[in-house]
């Protein structure tokens, strides 16, 4: 089976028995994520422009992703940018590091950082 990503948040598509026969029309990994639907691309612009603005190689923190994107109430929308720091890795454009070394973000836990990819 071909490798997968969701749509909405970015994690891995694990196959399923009961995708036999549709799983080229599978886009989410779970009904809460084909609620939530795909991000319009606003969030990843963001995270690409502040990523424009460092050095080569340099990361940056979701937090200020949320910061510019949503002012005022940033907190509560960190997982959004989560999960589009997940959508930029399914395309190839970033990848997201802890402790300096790259980590699959489908299983990253705690503090993450974001690095456009050279």
């Given at each position: 089976?071909?490798?997968?990503?969701?749509?909405?948040?970015?994690?891995?598509?694990?196959?399923?028995?009961?995708w036999?026969?549709?799983?080229?029309q599978?886009?989410?990994?779970?009904?809460?994520?084909?609620?939530?639907g795909?991000?319009?691309?606003?969030?990843?612009?963001?995270?690409?422009?502040?990523?424009?603005?460092?050095?080569?190689?340099?990361?940056?923190?979701p937090?200020?992703?949320?910061?510019?994107?949503?002012?005022?109430?940033?907190?509560?929308?960190?997982?959004?940018?989560?999960?589009?720091?997940?959508?930029?890795?399914?395309?190839?454009?970033?990848?997201?590091?802890?402790?300096?070394?790259?980590?699959?973000?489908?299983?990253?836990?705690?503090?993450?950082?974001?690095?456009?990819?050279?």
């Amino acid at each position: 089976m071909e490798e997968k990503t969701c749509a909405s948040c970015g994690r891995r598509i694990e196959w399923r028995r009961k995708w036999k026969n549709c799983w080229d029309q599978v886009r989410f990994c779970s009904a809460a994520c084909r609620r939530r639907g795909a991000g319009d691309g606003s969030l990843e612009k963001t995270i690409l422009d502040l990523l424009d603005g460092r050095a080569c190689g340099a990361t940056i923190c979701p937090s200020e992703a949320a910061r510019r994107h949503f002012s005022g109430a940033w907190r509560g929308r960190m997982e959004d940018v989560r999960r589009a720091a997940r959508r930029l890795v399914a395309q190839g454009r970033v990848e997201i590091v802890q402790g300096g070394q790259v980590v699959d973000p489908s299983k990253a836990r705690g503090a993450i950082r974001i690095r456009r990819v050279d």
